[in-house]
């Protein structure tokens, strides 16, 4: 009877903590540099158990269709040789690995953007794009990671050939066996066609919260309840899990309004704002069920040299707001064991 009661025990207790058990990631950029130990460091310190690594392809404009990638001009980190060390010294020191390969357009035009002006255009962008998608996918399956995200923010792209992107999804699945995604923009991601296909619904939640100049908790945590609403709909709609692929807020006033700007404006900084509504982030999901956690935009290798207390940027690093990931993370992972 003992032995029943222990097991029962144990069965709950293993149902429970895989309710918790969260994806607390970070949002590794790219560097020249191999990674090194004293990079990972940190990451670890703040208790994250997973890492986006995020290899590049670059493309001239939005209406060009050749996608350049894996080149010599570009950084070890932005091509498969520096992301698969990368991949491999994570996975090493115990952090899964979701691959997200994206793409940087000419003066940093917004992806989502990018619209072919002919067929004979969009066919060679699907060509070159497949390629660039399928290399990623190779390398994820050859370095067993955790998570491969088939695509970021290409809303036109996704909405003009649904075809192509359902023919992409297989092709994918026939090198890469692990778990799928996409990082829908938080304006994207409703009408995004392929969730069932895929194992997690991901956003880049730069949702508008609010437009107060220094909001409270309680306006964060109110901006937040209409978008709450529309994503557990959809998950439970589809029957798949909510995942943040990107999440975090700039340190600077109005930090709510457009969390997506990533302008370089004389903001005032506004540490407190981003502390505060990052906290509010891990209060109103990381219990959710239908969620499956995400990972912080963005963390840079340097640690010491990063972010700090006259940055208005997103990084956390050297700001309250990291301390604010730390403990959750901390939480979430004492949690799970």
């Not at 890492?51 to 894996?70: D, H, K, R, Y």
């Amino acid at each position: 009877m003992k032995k029943l009661v222990f097991l029962w025990t144990f069965i709950l207790t293993s149902c429970s903590s895989s309710k918790l058990a969260k994806v607390n990631g970070i949002s590794f950029v790219s560097s020249r540099e191999e990674l090194s130990q004293q990079h990972i460091d940190p990451v670890l310190d703040i208790q994250a158990n997973y890492a986006a690594i995020m290899p590049f392809g670059f493309i001239n404009g939005t209406n060009s269709p050749e996608l350049f990638f894996n080149t010599d001009r570009q950084w070890f980190g932005e091509r498969r040789e520096g992301a698969k060390q990368y991949i491999e010294k994570l996975h090493q020191n115990g952090v899964m690995v979701m691959v997200k390969p994206q793409i940087w357009i000419f003066r940093g035009e917004f992806t989502g953007n990018l619209k072919m002006p002919t067929e004979g255009d969009w066919k060679k962008l699907e060509a070159s794009y497949e390629k660039f998608i399928l290399l990623y996918a190779e390398l994820a399956e050859e370095t067993q990671s955790d998570i491969f995200c088939i695509g970021t923010e290409l809303k036109t792209f996704v909405n003009e050939r649904p075809e192509f992107w359902a023919s992409l999804i297989q092709k994918v699945k026939q090198v890469y066996h692990g778990t799928l995604t996409y990082a829908a923009n938080w304006d994207e991601y409703a009408k995004t066609p392929f969730w069932s296909q895929l194992d997690y619904i991901g956003v880049n939640a730069y949702f508008p919260l609010c437009e107060k100049e220094n909001p409270t908790i309680q306006t964060l945590r109110e901006g937040w309840q209409p978008w709450k609403t529309k994503m557990r709909e959809l998950s439970n709609q589809v029957d798949k899990p909510i995942l943040f692929t990107e999440f975090g807020y700039r340190s600077m006033d109005y930090t709510g309004k457009k969390p997506w700007l990533v302008d370089r404006n004389q903001m005032e900084v506004n540490l407190k704002a981003q502390a505060d509504a990052t906290q509010v982030i891990f209060d109103e999901f990381w219990h959710e069920d239908w969620f499956a956690g995400g990972f912080v935009w963005k963390w840079f290798m340097q640690h010491d040299q990063v972010g700090g207390h006259t940055d208005n940027r997103f990084t956390p690093q050297n700001k309250p707001a990291e301390s604010v990931i730390r403990r959750q993370y901390a939480q979430v992972k004492k949690s799970s064991f």
